[in-house]
């Protein structure tokens, strides 16, 4: 398959010369002129939209879009334990894939192609993103040691699964310190090991996580896990807001990627981890949403807005972390994270994930800096077309793939019962 992008303003080009994007196989050939004797299948034509990588949610929670609003405003355990939890208990899996797939399509319609999702039903994510034609990387979360058993079971069924799908990619997912005991973290390590996966863990998220493990440990979470040998694997931490100086040294050590979800934490009264100085430290730093029933909205240009801003007000300096580094917190770092390769950035070789942002509106006017306008300017409704995979699924804010009218009638029943 082959497919030529035409007359687009390239993120990573002079801001003023348009080109053309060539793809072959869902792989970009060529960015400026397509080579000679390409002959596309297909054609899209930018007419002079801002052409840029799709942008990477590094950790959210699919099914849980249809929990939006049902918990607001309450302090984190009492969200998490009265408000969440007795809800997902009612879900079921035909509800989370409803669920999943309005994610993906609110995500897209954000410039979102590629999402992290820590769940707890098996399938419903996977198969709503190969409906819809986006990247997932799934993993099903599991606590234990009670009822441990059976859902390792499940997580390795998924995998079996869509372990042959193109776009389908596994983590292994311990929800947490505080839901699972050393031992069974151990196992859960020990398995990823086993079948090369990486981790997917939230850690140090709260002010109550910290304290517990200092009581009942002796030491931080971070500390905690690295003394049960747990980063072995290729992990990924979300949050990692209440952390230590030794903490971030540890991280970096250990070769841990932190997924930043600055709403999130706001919302939940959990805090801002500290961004700068993990990145400072040399720590991969991504950024996710995490869910909408947190967040409310899974939105990624507000995420990489709010990233830039936060930590120029926290540390006092507007040159911390600049337009460009907060791009790539939610692209190429992201990737990273996910250890999907060649992904995030807008370069021959790379991962056809594009989108194509109108620039002919207020917010983008004048356009000088073009990562500076995507940071501080784009609230994500300037996105046009969203090319995934080398395959056009949003083209001129128009889903080709699936019917939101038959998605939008099933989220309103599922909100009747839920």
């Known amino acids: 398959m082959k ?9 990573n080009g002079d801001g003023k010369t348009l080109c053309d994007v060539a793809v072959t196989n869902g792989i970009i050939t ?12 297909d054609t899209v034509e930018g007419g002079g939209r801002l052409c840029m990588p799709a942008l990477v949610n590094a950790h959210t929670h699919m099914y849980m879009s249809v929990l939006r609003g049902a918990a607001d405003d309450l302090p984190f355990m009492q969200w998490l334990f009265e408000g969440v939890m007795p809800r997902e208990d009612k879900m079921d899996v035909g509800q989370a894939y409803w669920g999943s797939l309005l994610s993906c399509v609110e995500m897209i319609r954000r410039g979102c192609c590629t999402f992290n999702d820590m769940h707890l039903f ?9 409906d819809i034609g986006m990247r997932a990387v799934v993993n099903r979360a599991v606590t234990g040691p009670d009822g441990g058993e059976r859902r390792i079971n ?5 995998i079996n699964e869509f372990k042959g799908c193109r776009n389908v990619y596994f983590m292994i997912a311990p929800h947490a310190i505080y839901t699972c005991s050393q031992e069974y973290l151990t196992k859960l390590a020990d398995i990823a090991e086993e079948l090369a996966l990486p981790v997917h863990i939230h850690l140090s998220e709260s002010v109550a996580e910290m304290n517990d493990c200092l009581r009942d440990h002796g030491c931080t979470p971070v ?21 230590t100086e030794t903490d971030i040294l540890l991280l970096a050590e250990h070769g841990v990627s932190v997924a930043a979800n600055p709403k999130s934490n706001l919302k939940l009264g959990n805090g801002i981890a500290p961004v700068y100085q993990l990145d400072k430290a040399g720590v991969n730093v991504c950024i996710g949403t995490d869910s ?20 120029k007000g926290t540390n006092g300096d507007p040159t911390v972390i600049p337009a460009r580094k907060a791009f790539e917190m939610a692209t190429v770092n992201g990737a990273k994270a996910l250890c999907i390769d060649k992904l995030g950035r807008l370069e021959p070789g790379w991962k056809a994930d594009l989108v194509l942002l109108d620039t002919d509106v207020p917010q983008m006017m004048p356009l000088r800096d073009l990562y ?20 056009p699924v949003y083209l001129h804010k128009e889903f080709t793939t699936i019917d939101t009218e038959e998605l939008y009638y099933n989220i309103r029943k599922i909100a009747e019962v839920i």
Request: with cysteine; hydrophobic share 45%; net charge negative.
């Open 30 to 41: 060529a960015i400026g002129r397509a080579p000679e004797g390409f002959a596309p299948d």
């Open 372 to 391: 500076a306008a995507v940071v501080y300017s784009c609230d994500g409704s300037e996105t046009d077309t969203v090319i995934i995979d080398g395959r």
């Open 292 to 311: 909408a029933a947190s967040n409310n909205s899974l939105n990624m240009f507000s995420e990489m807005n709010y990233t830039a801003l936060l930590h």
């Open 3 to 11: 497919l030529l992008v035409k007359n687009v303003l390239p993120i």
């Open 223 to 243: 500390e905690y896990l690295v003394k049960m040998g747990f980063f072995k694997n290729k992990t990924l931490a979300a949050h990692c807001v209440q952390l």
């Open 122 to 130: 098996p399938g419903a994510a996977a198969r709503a993103a190969q």
């Open 154 to 158: 499940e997580m390795l069924g998924e």
